[in-house]
């Protein structure tokens, strides 16, 4: 949108600020599950926001798509739904198209109107270039130039809802109860210093990445620096954005596996590193001393999912809580363990991970009765 | 000729508390004390005070005082004191004036116009007595992305990187300009803090070769001391291709100060005048710094990071990305406030910008190219406290060099008569009998103290921002602002006005 600055960062603060409750829920054995446990998980956290935002993104979501893009878009005027359309038909081929279902909620005013797409890339593609960096660049040119219109999911077989409320009624507002994944991330939000707008609430998404985040990153105005280097101008101003798009360039530019990235985000400190063997030692001086600007300092707790993978990490000193519940193939990720007991009580484990080091679940490597939080974690300390 | 020139400042003894002692005597350089016998009395010429403070600090009875000479002119904002005795001096001699130490006119200093954040609510602070804290920089050069094989093997082999637990360097003063006294000084503080030193152009003493692993050496274009086991014991090579003192033109060492030793480890004939060239005379472009630049790295396998010296200059931002384009690992920015052991005065007082500015517009011309993470920012010139270092950190240097706080540490009082050779705290000269003022044992002490005390105070700074790692701080503007600055400044600083 062009007003995304002015509606997101109103006073134009360093960045918007916000705290929030985050819950993560995935059936690593990929198995999919209705939302009804996640919306209730995240709805016992309700005192954790207030109001302002909150969301969800589902992963396992249009199978009946799976090959496609699936664009959600929020309109402000039907006028900007007309200009977005002819444009993806100029760029896509576009297969399917309908507005999401909605429902009347007693608490959700004033929404706009939220469509999605499915879409193939086509050979409007310069022929040099990546599906997914084509993906990237419409998604960023619809939201920088076209004014009332933002797409906020983008990803294929996946989707994120999110809005102005607190999460358990953007779930009633968009009929949550009925879709399935096998992967759900929630987000319920605190700012402080914007007055809730749409766009902002978690996940952010591009392509199928989402991230939800509670905290504050203090190092945000270097990171920020750091990533325009490569091309990411975050436009939004929020910190969580910076997550987003330094998991992006991190895995899917430089193609480093998660477990490195999480050493990157919340990296080890320097008197860690000095007692490590000589090679992991090698490594981790290597990975801080080129992407130090990529720490992210300050409190944080995120939750990072894409397809096949549910990634929990909090900063190097754990300033905002995480807990880890594993039952059967079940993982869950959530701010407070009591949200997870709600909808689990017989956790098989329980734990709180330390500062800095990633929580995994992955189809890949689908969990078995019971996980230690040690082997998870083994891979390169 | 009877010199016009009047008394900078006043010298008054107590006769009831003087007893005698002659410490005054002895300890005073440009024999202003003396000894009376006639009247059986200790006297003092103050024409001849420079406001070293040499003999009042070591006076045992404390019955000195020097004060400014309350000699009145008649107003003249134009025609203040010190231009009309620059007059009578170049009446008097015909000469260029020479001074020491840096610029000490009264352009802005941007670091006073400068405030750091904090954390409150929304985020904590970081207590660094309770927790890690940490400052540990590696200057040099840095590709823009690891690679990995899939068994998470390193592919990515790194330039060489030298490690700095604290971010602060003590900047190239020769020796020559200063002693071996303070040259050993320095190496073994900066040893011990874990940090890096510069010979300066001066070449490097052989009795301090054990501790070149923190020695950065000077190649300028005098070539003074350059040879091969030079560049071999050092950790870092560093071209100097100008200094902040005194930009567009060559070191100057007059000829008194090169004593035998000096003489010895610059390779020049004894009690001549070391006058660098103004420039590099292999360097009369970029090009020609990537040669010299590459022969250094040649010369040293490859094994250490070159770094370029260049004062703060009106482009400095063009060819800052030049130099990195060109292979520097290191650039360093040497900005108006750079001190110097022998300079013309005019050239100090009016050549040059304000190093704050230099550093924005450099550290934000080189993301813009997508270069920055080619070559570390060292900057210098005026650094006096932790608070600038932390400002400095935030607008985007990897680390500062200092020159003036390290010898005020090692009792510096900034009289500016560094190019008299007759500084009586013993640092800027070679004469034996004043250098021997300055005890290694003792100048190594004051000075890692110096770096111990300012290393604490950046990590309060970096834990009241919620920060626990110095890279986190590091070009992040965000966590300045801008007070009493127009918008002009404030754009080139890349930082919003307090209360924004």
Redesign the interface.
């Given at each position: 949108m062009k007003e995304l600055e002015r509606i997101q960062n109103p006073y134009?603060d360093?960045?918007a600020?916000d705290?929030c409750s985050i819950f993560g829920a995935m059936d690593t054995s990929g198995k999919r599950f209705s939302g009804k446990g996640v919306i209730r998980a995240i709805a016992n956290m309700h005192d954790r926001g207030n109001g302002l935002g909150g969301g969800f993104a589902i992963y396992g979501l249009y199978p009946e798509y799976a090959d496609l893009y699936a664009f959600h878009i929020m309109y402000l005027s039907q006028k900007g739904k007309e200009d977005v359309e002819a444009f993806l038909k100029e760029k896509f081929r576009l297969t399917h198209a309908e507005e999401v279902p909605t429902q009347p909620t007693p608490k959700i005013t004033n929404p706009p109107l939220v469509w999605r797409y499915f879409l193939e890339v086509g050979p409007q593609k310069p022929e040099e270039e990546a599906d997914d960096d084509y993906v990237v660049e419409r998604v960023m040119e619809i939201n920088t130039k076209f004014p009332d219109a933002f797409v906020f999911s983008s990803g294929k077989d996946m989707g994120v809802f999110k809005g102005v409320g607190y999460p358990e009624e953007i779930a009633e507002y968009f009929c949550l109860e009925q879709y399935e994944g096998y992967l759900w991330t929630a987000h319920g939000r605190f700012p402080?210093n914007t007055p809730g707008w749409w766009g902002g609430a978690h996940p952010f998404c591009i392509l199928d990445w989402t991230v939800v985040h509670n905290?504050?990153i203090?190092?945000?105005?270097?990171n920020r620096?750091?990533l325009?280097?490569?091309g990411y101008h975050c436009t939004m101003q929020t910190d969580t954005e910076v997550v987003a798009y330094a998991v992006d360039l991190l895995m899917r530019?430089?193609?480093?596996?998660i477990?490195?990235v999480a050493k990157i985000l919340a990296?080890p400190?320097?008197?860690d590193i000095q007692r490590l063997p000589q090679?992991e030692q090698?490594?981790m001086r290597?990975?801080?001393?080129?992407?130090?600007?990529l720490?992210l300092?300050?409190?944080f707790t995120v939750i990072i999912a894409h397809h096949g993978e549910m990634i929990g990490l909090t900063d190097?000193?754990r300033?905002r809580p995480l807990t880890v519940g594993a039952k059967g193939s079940m993982l869950y990720l959530s701010s407070e363990e009591s949200a997870i007991r709600l909808i689990c009580p017989d956790l098989d484990e329980a734990w709180i991970p330390a500062g800095g080091e990633p929580v995994v679940g992955s189809l890949k490597a689908p969990l078995k009765t019971p996980v230690a939080a040690k082997e998870m974690v083994s891979?390169?300390d | 000729m009877k010199t016009y020139l009047p008394p900078k400042f006043l010298v008054e003894r107590d006769q009831d508390k003087c007893i005698k002692c002659e410490v005054c005597v002895n300890q005073c350089s440009f024999d202003n004390h003396y000894y009376d016998a006639e009247d059986d009395e200790m006297k003092t010429r103050t024409e001849g005070c420079v406001g070293c403070h040499r003999c009042v600090t070591f006076c045992p009875t404390g019955a000195l005082t020097v004060r400014r000479n309350p000699l009145e002119y008649r107003d003249n904002y134009n025609w203040r004191p010190e231009y009309i005795e620059d007059i009578i001096k170049q009446a008097e001699t015909g000469g260029v004036l020479l001074t020491g130490m840096g610029n000490d006119k009264g352009q802005r200093i941007y670091w006073d116009h400068l405030v750091l954040n904090a954390?409150q609510v929304?985020?904590?602070s970081?207590d660094p007595l309770r927790?890690?804290m940490?400052l540990?920089t590696?200057l040099g050069r840095?590709?823009?992305?690891?690679?990995?094989d899939t068994d998470?093997?390193?592919q990515?082999e790194?330039a060489p990187?030298v490690k700095l637990e604290v971010p602060v360097m003590f900047a190239a003063m020769s020796y020559g300009a200063v002693s071996l006294n303070v040259h050993e000084s320095l190496a073994r503080a900066a040893t011990e803090a874990g940090t890096l030193w510069n010979t300066g152009e001066g070449g490097l003493h052989p009795k301090l070769y054990k501790y070149g692993n923190n020695t950065i050496v000077q190649v300028a274009s005098g070539r003074f001391g350059v040879h091969p086991e030079y560049l071999e014991v050092a950790r870092v090579v560093e071209i100097k291709i100008g200094q902040g003192a005194k930009p567009g033109i060559g070191g100057h060492l007059p000829g008194e100060k090169v004593s035998a030793e000096v003489s010895a480890t610059r390779m020049i004939p004894q009690g001549t005048d070391a006058l660098s060239p103004a420039p590099q005379h292999d360097i009369y472009s970029i090009e020609d710094l990537a040669q010299l630049v590459y022969a250094l790295k040649e010369a040293t396998h490859y094994t250490k990071p070159v770094s370029v010296k260049i004062a703060a200059v009106h482009n400095s931002a063009a060819i800052a990305s030049g130099m990195v384009r060109a292979g520097a690992d290191i650039i360093v920015l040497d900005g108006l406030r750079g001190a110097t052991g022998a300079a013309p005065k005019v050239i100090r007082d009016n050549v040059g910008i304000p190093i704050e500015l230099a550093l924005a517009s450099v550290d934000t011309r080189l993301?813009q190219e997508?270069i920055?993470?080619r070559a570390s920012i060292v900057v210098s010139g005026g650094i006096r406290n932790s608070g600038d270092v932390a400002k400095a950190i935030a607008l985007g240097a990897d680390a500062v060099y200092i020159g003036t706080a390290a010898l005020i540490a090692l009792g510096c009082r900034l009289c500016q008569q560094c190019h008299t050779g007759k500084c009586a705290w013993g640092i800027c000269t070679t004469d034996l009998f004043l250098s021997k003022r300055v005890n290694p044992d003792i100048g190594a002490r004051r000075l890692a103290n110096l770096l111990r005390g300012w290393s604490l105070e950046l990590k309060d700074m970096l834990g009241g921002?919620?920060?626990?790692?110095l890279?986190?701080?590091?070009?992040?503007?965000?966590?300045l602002r801008g007070v009493g600055l127009t918008e002009t400044e404030l754009k080139i600083l890349g930082v919003?006005m307090a209360g924004?």
């Open positions: 134009n360093d960045k600020i705290a402080t905290g504050e203090s190092s945000y105005g270097i620096r750091y325009e280097q490569f530019k430089h193609n480093l596996p477990e490195i990296s400190l320097w008197s090679r090698t490594l290597t990975l801080r001393q080129v992407y130090g600007s720490l300092n300050g409190p190097r000193i300033l891979h390169v | 954390s929304t985020n904590p970081i927790e890690p940490e540990t590696y840095k590709p823009d992305r690891v690679e990995l998470l093997n390193l990515t790194l990187q993301r997508g920055r993470n921002m919620g920060i626990n790692a890279e986190s701080l590091r070009g992040n503007r965000l966590h919003k924004e």
